[in-house]
């Protein structure tokens, strides 16, 4: 298995620009998640699936960010539209079905918004 | 909601002396800890976990213990070798795997050869 796997693996933008970021969880994962990195804040949670419905988005930032998981292989996490403090590593991570505590990320996405 | 201190921010020790890295959580109904390392411009992984009926668990060099009592849990990696430098992040696994994990702010381990 090639794990989770996200693209782009960098992305630099424009300001006002719409991003998006794009998933693939592990086969056989039911569980999907996105976290946020920054120096100031670490690893945040934006979101998370399960069964590809969307469960808890309480730490999606503001109405500007979106998340859809369309089936159980692919979700993307859009930005529009960007700003500069919207720049982070956006990590998605997928689990096993009742299994939330053993995650396995992606390599991330490196969001630059000039 | 869950809340995770962790620290330090960051911690450089000199290789083969030990790095302790400390984490405190705020719902004690939580049952599930686990640690993460992320290697520069890599992904985090996870590298060990303790689970609340067990107050110490180990895998080689590195050890987790936790104090339910204090909320509290803890990182030690003896013999410090320069791969172990890295991002240690903490987290909050809930109950019983039905909640995400919430993570602490992470700790830079710097290992001085």
């Known amino acids: 298995d090639a794990g989770v796997i996200q693209s782009p693996r960098h992305e630099v933008t424009e300001m006002g620009q719409e991003v998006t970021l794009r998933c693939k969880p592990i086969?056989?994962?039911?569980?999907l998640f996105w976290y946020r990195q920054t120096m100031m804040r670490g690893l945040e949670l934006l979101i998370y699936?399960?069964?590809?419905?969307?469960?808890?988005d309480s730490g999606m930032p503001e109405d500007r960010f979106s998340a859809k998981m369309p089936n159980a292989s692919f979700s993307t996490l859009k930005i529009q539209p960007s700003e500069p403090r919207d720049s982070a590593v956006y990590f998605c991570?997928?689990?096993?079905?009742?299994?939330?505590?053993?995650?396995?990320f992606g390599s991330g996405t490196q969001l630059s918004v000039l | 909601g869950e809340n995770v201190e962790q620290h330090p921010s960051t911690l450089s020790v000199q290789e083969g002396d030990s790095a302790v890295i400390k984490c405190t959580y705020s719902?004690?109904?939580?049952?599930?800890f686990p640690w993460y390392k992320q290697e520069l411009g890599k992904r985090p992984q996870l590298i060990i976990d303790i689970r609340s009926n067990v107050g110490e668990k180990k895998d080689q060099r590195i050890a987790v213990t936790l104090n339910k009592t204090a909320k509290h849990f803890s990182l030690h990696i003896t013999e410090t070798q320069p791969e172990d430098s890295a991002v240690y992040f903490c987290a909050d696994g809930g109950i019983s795997g039905n909640t995400p994990l919430v993570f602490g702010k992470g700790t830079r381990l710097s290992v001085i050869a």
């Open positions: 719902d004690s109904a939580s049952n599930y």
């Open positions: 991570a997928s689990s096993l079905p009742g299994n939330n505590e053993k995650l396995f």
């Open positions: 699936f399960n069964n590809n419905v969307p469960i808890d």
């Open positions: 086969s056989g994962h039911n569980s």
